[in-house]
T-cell receptor, first 113, second 110 residues
Framework: GAVVSQHPSWVICKSGTSVKIECRSLDFQATTMFWYRQFPKQSLMLMATSNEGSKATYEQGVEKDKFLINHASLTLSTLTVTSAHPEDSSFYIC?????????FGPGTRLTVL | QKEVEQNSGPLSVPEGAIASLNCTYSDRGSQSFFWYRQYSGKSPELIMFIYSNGDKEDGRFTAQLNKASQYVSLLIRDSQPSDSATYLCAVKEGAQKLVFGQGTRLTINP
């Protein structure tokens, strides 16, 4: 069964609004979770590493003030896309670290009008 | 940033044949390698991982690793239409990051 859930599975919002995406680890406490973004016909690009109880680590080129990550508990990490614009429309996927690999959530498709 | 290269395809294989997917990586020090399958509109799911040179088999899937050539491949035997998907090669970077290739789109023709 699924070990990582995401909510919502899809969201449509107006330009300038903020959107929050939740990622839950269902079977295991996760001190580390990851957020990826995938544009159509492209591969997964790591946006940031979410660390429980501390600040997220962002990849080069990812605006930390635009993509707010909160990992307040061992089972929940959230990604908030602030002041969303059409170019932020993408497939956002979180994952949980498991020993040497990662298990992915089902993804959230964001469309910004 | 370490690089992982895959042929984007599409790769078309008749049903029942062997599909061969290839991946090269730039960091000679890489130790852990993964193959994920991604259906259209879905998130990736782990198929196999391999750490040691040689072959690793799991059902119809065989991963092959050659660290000297910095090459990892995935063979799918007795290909089924349900195997049609994009296959992502991933290499572990550092303690926990995964670097993904661009993926190979595989189509199995009935």
């Amino acid at each position: 069964g699924a070990v990582v859930s995401q909510h919502p599975s899809w969201v449509i919002c107006k330009s300038g609004t903020s959107v929050k995406i939740e990622c839950r680890s269902l079977d295991f406490q996760a001190t580390t979770m990851f957020w990826y973004r995938q544009f159509p016909k492209q591969s997964l690009m790591l946006m940031a590493t979410s660390n429980e109880g501390s600040k997220a680590t962002y990849e080069q080129g990812v605006e930390k003030d635009k993509f707010l990550i909160n990992h307040a508990s061992l089972t929940l990490s959230t990604l908030t896309v602030t002041s969303a614009h059409p170019e932020d429309s993408s497939f956002y996927i979180c994952s949980r670290k498991n020993t040497d690999t990662q298990y992915f959530g089902p993804g959230t498709r964001l469309t910004v009008l | 940033q370490k690089e992982v290269e895959q042929n984007s395809g599409p790769l078309s294989v008749p049903e029942g044949a062997i599909a061969s997917l290839n991946c090269t990586y730039s960091d000679r020090g890489s130790q852990s390698f993964f193959w994920y399958r991604q259906y259209s509109g879905k998130s990736p799911e782990l198929i196999m991982f391999i750490y040691s040179n040689g072959d690793k088999e799991d059902g119809r899937f065989t991963a092959q690793l050659n660290k000297a050539s910095q090459y990892v491949s995935l063979l799918i035997r007795d290909s089924q239409p349900s195997d049609s998907a994009t296959y992502l090669c991933a290499v572990k970077e550092g303690a926990q990051k995964l670097v993904f290739g661009q993926g190979t789109r595989l189509t199995i023709n009935p």
